[in-house]
């Protein structure tokens, strides 16, 4: 799905990490491609650590998928738009890169990210409900 994206013109920025493409041959899938699979596993980019109980990373996650799944097709949900997109916007400001290497989120971001990967996951596993969709910003937002 990233060479897919990519070749597309689509580049996937995971906070300012980006997922720019691959090489289409069989034989190499490309270093997007680890970078993204790595994420999805809730792994570092570099040294594949688990990450899976830092907030950042399970966002990350999640957004990866979303990410991927729009230029095919994934169905349009604007509280999920607008989760992907907020939850970007924090990576970005907490230096998410993809390495254990960034800002650490105070309890209220930590609180909106995890709030906000529930949101991805929901849409991301086909178990929103239409029209019942939490409403963004999370009480206690952050700024």
Excluded: E
């Excluded at 607008?82 to 609180?111: E, K, R, S």
Aim: hydrophobic content about 45%; overall charge positive; proline content about 6%.
């Amino acid at each position: 799905m990233l060479c897919k994206a990519t070749l597309a013109g689509q580049t996937i920025m995971i906070g300012k990490l980006a997922l720019t493409g691959c090489n289409p041959s069989v034989n190499d899938a490309g270093i997007s491609s680890t970078n993204a699979v790595r994420l999805l596993n809730k792994s570092t980019i570099g040294t594949n650590k688990k990450m899976a109980n830092n907030p950042l990373f399970n966002f990350a996650a999640q957004l990866v998928a979303y990410r991927l799944n729009q230029p095919f097709g994934g169905w349009p949900d604007s509280v999920a738009a607008a989760a992907a997109d907020y939850g970007q916007t924090m990576l970005v400001q907490l230096n998410f890169n993809g390495t254990a290497t960034h800002g650490t989120p105070t309890a209220a971001a930590t609180a909106d990210l995890n709030y906000l990967a529930k949101v991805l996951d929901a849409y991301n596993n086909n178990t929103m409900i239409a029209g019942a969709s939490p409403v963004l910003p999370y009480p206690g937002v952050y700024k």
